[in-house]
């Protein structure tokens, strides 16, 4: 099973990124290229028959599985980035995070009205980051098909802040 391969590499990181909390590190994923390989061939399984028209990933580990998943289904893929890093007309949304505050930002041509959109990002915490990115979505006219990550923190209970704009969300490792 997927979750328990994934979770046999992810390491624990005590006190990163302050004290008390506990980092889950997925870049031991990373050093595993046959495991990359098959936790993209797991995500274009998921969703080859979703009809979705865009992925958008969040920076910066969503862009590691998200732009890999979209080049494999054959469809765009939408950078959504920290503010300041994208060089065209953009609109951005801010946030509160677990520990802090932040803005993203996605050029205004990302996305037309009516495309169905999957969310993507490494991570769900408080789903902060990720309402964000709907919203940004919403701004330019297109749906939320869903949401995908591969590690959900569930004791923080992200689910519930994303659950307003779809019941679709996929974590493929839970603590």
Do not use: W
Request: charged share 25%; hydrophobic share 40%; proline share 5%.
């Amino acid at each position: 099973m997927i979750e328990n391969q994934i979770k046999a590499v992810i390491r624990d990181v005590p006190d990163f990124p302050k004290p008390g909390i506990i980092f889950k590190d997925i870049t031991p994923i990373m050093m595993n290229p046959v495991l990359s390989a098959e936790i993209l061939d797991h995500l274009v399984e998921m969703y080859k028959d979703q009809k979705i028209d865009k992925i958008a990933g969040i920076e910066s580990r969503g862009f590691l599985f998200g732009y890999p998943l979209a080049i494999r289904l054959g469809i765009p893929f939408v950078l959504i980035r920290k503010s300041g890093k994208l060089p065209y007309d953009k609109i951005g949304y801010s946030y509160d995070l677990e520990y802090g505050s932040s803005t993203i930002e996605m050029h205004t041509d990302s996305i037309e009205a009516g495309e169905k959109v999957l969310i993507h990002d490494d991570l769900l915490a408080t789903g902060g980051s990720a309402a964000a990115a709907a919203e940004l979505v919403k701004m330019c006219g297109g749906e939320i098909l869903g949401f995908n990550f591969l590690v959900s923190l569930d004791f923080l209970n992200g689910e519930d802040k994303l659950k307003q704009y779809t019941e679709n969300i996929v974590n493929l490792v839970r603590y």
